[in-house]
């Protein structure tokens, strides 16, 4: 194998950075696409390249080697040849476990999540299908609990539900829990707990993609913002629904909500708030989203490209210990 498997692992260093910076410069819905997409792929790609360092490590032991009918005078996995596989392949083995028992954990705490909030509704708890079949979100039902504590959410799953406490309803007027209502819509409709659950498990792969976070979940609630906004016919009325949702929730913080799901009163508030009274888009400077996309997608492609690389590195590596091709030198 050659050094294109450490590509993968060094790159999201650099990408991470890239693609919050170009976020900025896209509009909502382009942006969280953007950081979602590229959360994903990164922490696919580190997950190959850790995969592929732990396999070469495996297979240098006799009892792997006689599984896989290899030769062990032809078994030259190129950058770890000779007896520098197995630092590299210890280190790639355990952070395997460990992501795998991030990724375990953090499945189990959002679906005892949403689970809890199911049984608060009255429905029978969701699984993992019923969150990756879609369904209607114009078909999503109000729920509204008896509680004075102000807050409201999208809870995903069939059926997708839109949660909210009668302190939430009588702290906003009609209007206003119209607009509210509009944006939780949106939160379903766009299937933004995907998103979310995407940037969570890539932050378990990598720990440079963990500050994808923060900002997808702010372009998510601009996202829903601006269609609560075109749904409603008034930027205002949404501006100051959600201004006054977040004061409310925040004078008698409420349970905490499920992990995927997203609440208009999440976020940083008054930048949203801005965001919606501004008269027109933000100005945007095309020469930076330029750069920066130009940038990010020469990571990615680089990134995409040296696991390819490192994968067929290593099928050609045992096809010649298998003696199946003659082994190259030089």
Same mark, same amino acid.
């Given at each position: 194998?050659?050094?294109?498997?450490?590509?993968?692992?060094?790159?999201?260093?650099?990408?991470?950075?890239?693609?919050?910076?170009?976020?900025?410069?896209?509009?909502?819905?382009?942006?969280?696409?953007?950081?979602?997409?590229?959360?994903?792929?990164?922490?696919?790609?580190?997950?190959?390249?850790?995969?592929?360092?732990?396999?070469?490590?495996?297979?240098?032991?006799?009892?792997?080697?006689?599984?896989?009918?290899?030769?062990?005078?032809?078994?030259?996995?190129?950058?770890?040849?000779?007896?520098?596989?197995?630092?590299?392949?210890?280190?790639?083995?355990?952070?395997?476990?460990?992501?795998?028992?991030?990724?375990?954990?953090?499945?189990?705490?959002?679906?005892?999540?949403?689970?809890?909030?199911?049984?608060?509704?009255?429905?029978?708890?969701?699984?993992?299908?019923?969150?990756?079949?879609?369904?209607?979100? !114009?078909? #999503? $039902?109000?729920?509204?609990?008896?509680?004075? +504590?102000?807050? &409201?959410?999208?809870? =995903? *799953?069939? @059926?997708? %539900?839109?949660?909210?406490?009668?302190?939430?309803?009588?702290?906003?007027?009609?209007?206003?829990?119209?607009?509210?209502?509009?944006?939780?819509?949106?939160?379903?409709?766009?299937?933004?707990?995907?998103?979310?659950?995407?940037?969570?498990?890539?932050?378990?792969?990598?720990?440079?993609?963990?500050?994808?976070?923060?900002?997808?979940?702010?372009?998510?609630?601009?996202?829903?913002?601006?269609?609560?906004?075109?749904?409603?016919?008034?930027?205002?009325?949404?501006?100051?629904?959600?201004?006054?949702?977040?004061?409310?929730?925040?004078?008698?913080?409420?349970?905490?909500?499920?992990?995927? !799901?997203? #609440? $208009?009163?999440?976020?940083?508030?008054?930048? +949203?708030?801005? &965001?919606?009274?501004? =008269? *027109?888009? @933000?100005? %945007?400077?095309?020469?930076?989203?330029?750069?920066?996309?130009?940038?990010?997608?020469?990571?990615?492609?680089?990134?995409?490209?040296?696991?390819?690389?490192?994968?067929?590195?290593?099928?050609?590596?045992?096809?010649?210990?298998?003696?199946?091709?003659?082994?190259?030198?030089?």
């Amino acid at each position: 194998m050659t050094i294109a498997v450490w590509a993968p692992l060094l790159l999201p260093l650099l990408a991470a950075p890239l693609a919050r910076r170009l976020a900025e410069q896209l509009a909502p819905r382009a942006a969280a696409l953007t950081l979602a997409a590229t959360a994903a792929a990164l922490g696919t790609a580190s997950l190959a390249s850790l995969g592929l360092l732990a396999v070469t490590g495996l297979l240098h032991l006799p009892y792997a080697a006689a599984l896989a009918h290899l030769a062990p005078g032809h078994w030259h996995p190129g950058a770890l040849a000779g007896t520098e596989w197995a630092p590299a392949a210890v280190a790639a083995a355990l952070a395997l476990l460990v992501i795998g028992a991030l990724a375990a954990r953090t499945a189990r705490r959002q679906l005892a999540d949403l689970r809890r909030a199911r049984r608060t509704t009255g429905d029978a708890p969701v699984g993992l299908r019923g969150l990756l079949r879609r369904s209607d979100p !114009a078909a #999503a $039902a109000l729920t509204v609990l008896d509680d004075d +504590r102000a807050d &409201a959410y999208a809870l =995903p *799953g069939r @059926p997708p %539900r839109i949660v909210a406490t009668s302190g939430m309803l009588a702290a906003l007027s009609a209007p206003e829990r119209a607009a509210l209502l509009a944006h939780e819509r949106a939160h379903l409709t766009g299937r933004h707990h995907l998103l979310l659950a995407a940037a969570e498990y890539a932050a378990a792969c990598h720990p440079a993609l963990r500050p994808l976070r923060a900002p997808l979940g702010y372009h998510l609630e601009r996202w829903a913002d601006e269609c609560a906004a075109a749904e409603v016919g008034d930027r205002t009325l949404t501006a100051r629904a959600i201004g006054r949702a977040a004061l409310a929730a925040s004078r008698a913080p409420a349970d905490p909500r499920p992990r995927l !799901a997203p #609440a $208009a009163a999440g976020g940083p508030v008054p930048q +949203r708030v801005r &965001a919606l009274l501004a =008269p *027109g888009p @933000p100005r %945007r400077r095309r020469a930076v989203r330029t750069l920066a996309a130009l940038a990010l997608a020469g990571c990615l492609a680089a990134t995409a490209a040296t696991a390819a690389e490192a994968g067929h590195d290593l099928h050609r590596a045992v096809e010649t210990a298998q003696g199946e091709r003659p082994a190259q030198h030089g």
